[in-house]
């Protein structure tokens, strides 16, 4: 592990000399070469742009020759093209027969006075020195297109001076460099400071159960290290808090399933007493009648008898829908879901319920395809149809005629039962889902209904997440379900 106080004196020494190394070796050695390599490429450039004119002939057009001149004058290049036959197709001079051109003519014998920098088949490119001025000069010579030919000429500065000028400019700058050099120290020094301080701060915000923050500072040093166990020690208190958060709210969820359930027993046993109540009565008056002898003759202890029988029978179906609902509120019976046939569910219960129909003396018309199959709890889809039909047979009125349908609905399977009659009344209509609601009491009393079946039909939908309803016609009322296709 490397310490804080060498990393820092590494790398800042190594920075310092670094900077400094690459200016000199920058204004030393590379600034000429890449000062002629960048007019080099220039003048290539216009080259392949004064080859493409020839080429095409656009060279003699103004437009052309505007273009080439604004080029050239951009990369501080003289040029001249002639042709084999001495015509100038193109200058950048202020004289046509300038320099250039007089020296293109006398070419060959100036090129042993350059040095050569690239020779290609058709051009030359060198450096030269000019006699008269002595200053050097980027030169290219060659043919074009046609033969034509051209000379270029760009001035160099003398890099070499420039090079000396910027390392003296170097020594005036020193102190400014110190000065950056002490800011960079600064800088640096608030980058190890830095994660000490948001090492503090974590302490600070973990005092305050903030288990959100974490070390971010990623370095491998003393400070790294103390960062990382840090966020272990946050990560394994968050683990634990966590846990105890947990078990606190599994907790508190249980307690609210105490009461739900006592709740729930509350209003079992409420509503059992308040629906038991008439048909213990029945019993108890009928059985008292009988011990009594008030009737002595047969046929009226066999009635005493039925209605007794009768009675118990709808005590006890009452307590089973009571259980059933109540099991599915609470959740005790989770539906298992499989693929079946709607269609075939349907047929089964109409097979057993042929007595139903026939006591009721009602029609039925079922409408299906052949085979629909679905998604869902099979024994509960078979008691929310059940319960629909028996329903729909209880209050099937008028022509007497229950029509049940079951189509496919782009991804589900709705299915319907019919019964002629009377519509709810539509204050009922919310209302009927309820437990032991009874929107006709007169009625269902004389069937024998609890009001039971449809908060079943309810909670049996609900546990599936499915839609359920009911809507009303001027001529009877239909209930609905709609299950997922399968």
């Not at 106080?5 to 920058?26: E, N, S, T, W």
């Not at 080429?55 to 042709?83: D, K, P």
């Not at 350059?114 to 043919?143: D, I």
């Not at 027993?265 to 059985?287: C, D, M, W």
Request: hydrophobic share 45%; charged share 25%.
């Amino acid at each position: 592990m490397i310490s804080l106080k060498r990393q820092i004196l590494a790398m800042f020494l190594g920075l310092m000399f670094l900077v400094v190394g690459l200016v000199f070796l920058i204004n030393a050695g590379l600034m000429e070469p890449y000062y002629i390599d960048y007019k080099q490429n220039e003048m290539l450039r216009l080259y392949e742009t004064l080859n493409q004119a020839v080429a095409n002939g656009a060279i003699r057009g103004e437009e052309s020759q505007g273009e080439l001149f604004l080029q050239s004058e951009r990369a501080n290049i003289s040029a001249t093209v002639v042709t084999q036959d001495g015509e100038i197709l193109f200058y950048t001079e202020q004289e046509k027969r300038g320099p250039l051109y007089e020296q293109l003519f006398g070419y060959v014998a100036e090129l042993n006075k350059g040095e050569w920098l690239e020779s290609q088949e058709n051009y030359s490119v060198f450096k030269v020195e000019s006699a008269l001025t002595g200053r050097e000069y980027l030169e290219m010579f060659g043919t074009l297109f046609g033969g034509a030919t051209f000379i270029m000429r760009t001035p160099l500065e003398s890099i070499h001076d420039a090079a000396i000028l910027t390392n003296r400019f170097l020594i005036y700058v020193a102190v400014p460099v110190v000065l950056v050099g002490a800011l960079f120290v600064v800088f640096f020094t608030r980058k190890i400071t830095g994660p000490v301080m948001e090492l503090a701060e974590l302490s600070k915000r973990m005092a305050n159960l903030d288990f959100n923050a974490k070390y971010t500072g990623g370095v491998r040093n003393e400070i790294g290290v103390l960062g990382e166990n840090f966020n272990m020690m946050s990560r394994k208190l968050e683990m634990t808090i966590s846990e105890l958060k947990s078990a606190n709210n599994q907790l508190l969820q249980d307690i609210e399933q105490k009461e739900k359930i006592e709740n729930m027993r509350g209003e079992f046993l409420g509503n059992v007493s308040h629906e038991l109540k008439t048909p213990i009565a029945l019993i108890q008056g009928y059985a008292e009648g009988l011990r009594e002898s008030v009737n002595d003759d047969a046929q009226s202890r066999e009635f005493y008898c039925e209605v007794i029988i009768d009675e118990a029978a709808k005590m006890n179906q009452m307590v089973k829908n009571l259980l059933t609902l109540n099991q599915l509120e609470f959740g005790a019976e989770e539906p298992v879901m499989e693929r079946f046939d709607i269609v075939d569910l349907i047929k089964g219960v109409l097979a057993s319920c042929e007595i139903l129909i026939s006591q009721a003396d009602t029609e039925i018309d079922f409408i299906a395809d052949e085979q629909v199959y679905v998604w869902a709890d099979e024994l509960k889809t078979e008691q929310v149809f059940r319960n629909y039909l028996v329903n729909a047979l209880h209050h099937v009125a008028n022509e007497r005629r229950i029509q049940i349908q079951a189509a496919r609905r782009e991804a589900c399977v709705h299915v319907s039962v019919f019964n002629s009659g009377n519509p709810i009344a539509e204050e009922d209509v919310e209302k009927i889902w309820q437990k032991f609601y009874k929107a006709d009491k007169a009625h269902t009393r004389e069937y024998g209904g609890n009001g039971i079946g449809l908060s079943i039909v309810k909670a049996v939908m609900e546990s599936m997440h499915q839609k359920y309803g009911v809507k009303n016609f001027d001529n009877g009322v239909e209930f609905w379900f709609e299950l997922d296709a399968g």
